[in-house]
C-alpha cells in the first residue's frame, strides 16, 4: 500500500493477504486505495463462508430466506426496480482503436475512459467490504484454465458466483503455482455508505458503466448489482472478454447451450445452440424429450467454449458451474428438469414473487395462479391485480451440478464433440421452424443474419426485431466482420468431413390465428431428431431459397395433435415476406462496412438469385 492515506485496517488486511502473487496484490491494493473500503475479505468459497455470507446478506435485508421445507438453503433478493437487467446502452469495448470495437459496439478511448471511471471509483465502497473472489471460467485442470479475479463490495455477488462459477481458495493456489494470468474484473455498486448512514436492500447507482478493455483484459463494472452487469464471470469474462482471447488463440467463445443427445440406436450427437438471451437456451438444454426412444443430456446452458481437436474436430465445453436462468415460463409443465434442479434448493433467486408459506412463484410456474402473492416490488398481488407478480426477467440462480439429467462429460476439461450447430431467435413470421444450411459456409450465413425480438433480459424496448449474429449481439468483444472472418478462417483449417451441420430454427412463429406455430418446449425433441436423421441422411426434406425445410410428414408428431399439414405451416418460406428479409439483411450487411467477409457478400448475392429463379 503506498500511500499515508489509507486507513491503518486496509494496511493490516493486506497485510494477511493470503497470497503472494506479486500482481494480485499489486492489483488488491491499488483498488482497495482508490475505493476505500473498510475492510477487504478474500473469498476462500467455502460452504461456511457461503453460510456466513448469506446469514449476513439476510441480517441486512438483501436477501430473504426461504421456507426449507420447500427449498432449503436457498433465498431471494429484490432488486431496486431500475437495476432488473443487463444494459447494452451502458456497455463498452474500450478497444486502442475505435475501429476494432466494430459498429455493434459502444466505445470510448481507453484513456479516457479509465480517467472517467477512476473517479467513480474514487471511495466508492467506503463503509463497505472488499471481496476479492479468485475464479476460474471453464476447469481448474483445464490444459490452458482461464482465471480471473473480482473484486467487488457486493456481498449478493460473491454468493451468485459461488453458484455460477469454480472459486476460492483452489483457484488461488493454482494462480500462484503457475503464476497464471488472471483477467481483473472490478466490480462496485457504487453507492458508498458515509458514517451513520443506514444501508438498503439493493445498493446501486443511477449512473452504470458496464466497460471492457480488450488489449488488457480486464472489466470495470460500475452502479449495478444486476446478473450479467456484475457477475463478472459470465457474459463480461466469458463472453467479451474470451471472444478476444479466442480471436487472438484461434478457439471460439460462444453464446451457446450444448445437449448430449442419444439416439434409440445408441448413438451419441452432441448439439450446440445459440439464442439469444431469453430465447430458449435454458429450456432447450434442459429438454424433456415428448418423442419417444431419445434421451437427453445437459452440458452447458449459456456459454459454449470451442476448439478444434487433434482430428479436426470440433470440441465443447461449458465454462460456467450453475444455471441464472429465466424463471418465468420455467414450470413443471414446460420444464421438469428445471424445476427438478430448482427443487433441490442451494439457489437465489432474484426479482421473483413470494408465496404465502414462504416460497416462491413467477408466471408460468404452475398452471394454477395462487390466489395471493407478494410481487417482485413487495406488493400484495392477486390474479386480478392486471400486472406480473414476478419481474419478466426475474431469476434462479442454481449449482448446474444439481441437475439429474447433467452428462457425465460436463466434467471433462476437453469437452465434448459438436455434431450440430443450431441458431434460433424469436420471430413471429418469415422464419421457419427449422431450416437445414445447405453448406458450412451457409450456415455461417444464417448466423451472421440471426434475427430475433428483443426481450426484458436487456433494458430497452421489448418486441422488435433486429440482427443478432451468432446471438452474440451485445457479447462480441471486438469487430463484429472480423469475429464472422475469425469463424470462416478458423473452420477453414478443420477436417471439413467433421465439420458439424448447421440448421436455424424458429420455436417462436405464429399462425394466422395468432397462436404458436409449434408446441416448443419438449416437443422441441421432433425437430432435432429431423436434425439428426438428417445427418444420418434418412429424413427428407424440400430444397427451398433459403436451405432445406422437412416435409410435412417428416417430423414425427406421434402422440401430438398434429398434422403434417401443420408441420408445412411452420415451415412455410413465404416468398412475400422474404422480399422484406431480404431487403432488412442487405441494410444489415451494409452496416458493416468494410470489414464484412466477402464470402458472406457473396452468401447474400446467392440467397437473392435463388429467390430471383424460384
Ligand atoms: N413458446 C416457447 N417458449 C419457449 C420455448 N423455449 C423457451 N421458451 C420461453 O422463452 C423464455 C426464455 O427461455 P430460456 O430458456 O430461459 O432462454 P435463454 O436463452 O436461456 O435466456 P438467457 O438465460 O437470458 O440467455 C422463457 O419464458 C421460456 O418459457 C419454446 O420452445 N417455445
Ligand atoms: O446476463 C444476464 O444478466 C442474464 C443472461 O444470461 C442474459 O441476459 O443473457
Ligand atoms: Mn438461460
Not at 418423442?291 to 449459456?302: C, I, N, Q, R
Request: net charge negative.
Amino acid at each position: 500500500m503506498g500511500t499515508t492515506a489509507n486507513p491503518p485496517v486496509l494496511e493490516g488486511a493486506l497485510m494477511e493477504a493470503p497470497t503472494t502473487h506479486p500482481t494480485l496484490r499489486s492489483w488488491v491494493s491499488e483498488i482497495a486505495e482508490l475505493t476505500q473500503p473498510d475492510s477487504i475479505y478474500w473469498v476462500d468459497g467455502s460452504e461456511a463462508e457461503y453460510t456466513r455470507l448469506t446469514d449476513e446478506l439476510v441480517a441486512a435485508g438483501t436477501l430473504r430466506r426461504l421456507n426449507p421445507e420447500l427449498f432449503p438453503n436457498s433465498f431471494a433478493a429484490f432488486s431496486d426496480p431500475k437495476d432488473v437487467a443487463r444494459v447494452e446502452d451502458r456497455t463498452f469495448i474500450c478497444s486502442e482503436s475505435k475501429r476494432d470495437a466494430g459498429f455493434t459496439n459502444n466505445w470510448m478511448d481507453p484513456a479516457e475512459m479509465k480517467a472517467i471511471l477512476t473517479e467513480r471509483f474514487r471511495g466508492s465502497m467506503r463503509g463497505r467490504t472488499m471481496y476479492v473472489i479468485p475464479f476460474v471460467m471453464g476447469h481448474l485442470d483445464a490444459e490452458d484454465p482461464k482465471f480471473g479475479v473480482e473484486i467487488t463490495d457486493s456481498a449478493y455477488v460473491v454468493a451468485s458466483m459461488r453458484i455460477m462459477a469454480r472459486i476460492g481458495t483452489d483457484v488461488l493456489r493454482k494462480i500462484e503455482e503457475t503464476d497464471a494470468f488472471f483477467v481483473p474484473a472490478l466490480h462496485s455498486l457504487g453507492a458508498p455508505l458515509e458514517p451513520g448512514q443506514a444501508d438498503v436492500p439493493w445498493p446501486c447507482n443511477e449512473e452504470k458503466w458496464i466497460v471492457h478493455f480488450p488489449e488488457e483484459r480486464s472489466i470495470w463494472s460500475y452502479g449495478s448489482g444486476y446478473g450479467g452487469n456484475a457477475l463478472l464471470g459470465k457474459k463480461c469474462y466469458s463472453l467479451r472478454i474470451a471472444s478476444v482471447m479466442a480471436r487472438d488463440e484461434g478457439w471460439l467463445a460462444e453464446h451457446m447451450l450444448i445437449l448430449k443427445l442419444t439416439s434409440p440406436e445408441n448413438k451419441v450427437y452432441n448439439i450446440a445452440a445459440a439464442f439469444p438471451s431469453a430465447c430458449g437456451k435454458t429450456n432447450l438444454a434442459l429438454l424433456d424429450p415428448t418423442v419417444e426412444g431419445w434421451k437427453a443430456e445437459t452440458l452447458g446452458d449459456d456459454i459454449n467454449w470451442m476448439r478444434f481437436g487433434k482430428d479436426g474436430e470440433l470440441r465443447g465445453v461449458n465454462p460456467e458451474f450453475g444455471l441464472f436462468g429465466v424463471a418465468p415460463g420455467t414450470g413443471w409443465g414446460t420444464n421438469p428438469n428445471a424445476m427438478q434442479a430448482i427443487a433441490k434448493g442451494n439457489s437465489i433467486f432474484t426479482n421473483v414473487a413470494l408465496t404465502d408459506d414462504g416460497g416462491v412463484w413467477w408466471e408460468g410456474m404452475t398452471e394454477e395462479v395462487p390466489a395471493h402473492l407478494t410481487d417482485w416490488q413487495g406488493n400484495d398481488w392477486t390474479p386480478d391485480s392486471g400486472r406480473p407478480a414476478a419481474h419478466p426477467n426475474s431469476r434462479f440462480c442454481t449449482p448446474i451440478t444439481q441437475i439429474d439429467m447433467l452428462a457425465p462429460e460436463y466434467h471433462d476439461p476437453e469437452g465434448v464433440e459438436i455434431h450440430a450447430i443450431l441458431f434460433g431467435g424469436r420471430r413471429k413470421t418469415t422464419i421457419p421452424l427449422v431450416t437445414e444450411a445447405r453448406d458450412w459456409t451457409n450456415g455461417i450465413f444464417m448466423g451472421s443474419t440471426l434475427s430475433s425480438e428483443t426481450t426484458a433480459a436487456a433494458t430497452g424496448a421489448v418486441g422488435v426485431v433486429r440482427r443478432d449474429p451468432m446471438a452474440m449481439l451485445p457479447f462480441i468483444g471486438y469487430d463484429a466482420g472480423d469475429y464472422l472472418k475469425h469463424w470462416i478462417t478458423l473452420s477453414a483449417k478443420a477436417n471439413q468431413e467433421r465439420l458439424p451441420k448447421i440448421f436455424l430454427v424458429n420455436w417462436f412463429r405464429r399462425t394466422a390465428d395468432g397462436g404458436f406455430a409449434w408446441p416448443g418446449f419438449g416437443d422441441n425433441s421432433r425437430v432435432l431428431k429431423w436434425a439428426i436423421e438428417r445427418i444420418e441422411g434418412k429424413a427428407d426434406a424440400v430444397e427451398t431459397p433459403i436451405g432445406f425445410i422437412p416435409t410435412g410428414d417428416s417430423i414425427d408428431l406421434t402422440g401430438l395433435d398434429m398434422t403434417p399439414a401443420n408441420v408445412e405451416e411452420a415451415v412455410r418460406v413465404d416468398p412475400a415476406e422474404w422480399v422484406e428479409e431480404l431487403k432488412d439483411i442487405e441494410a444489415w450487411y451494409d452496416r458493416f462496412g468494410g470489414s464484412l467477409p466477402q464470402e458472406l457478400t457473396d452468401q447474400l448475392a446467392e440467397l437473392k438469385r435463388r429467390f430471383a429463379e424460384a
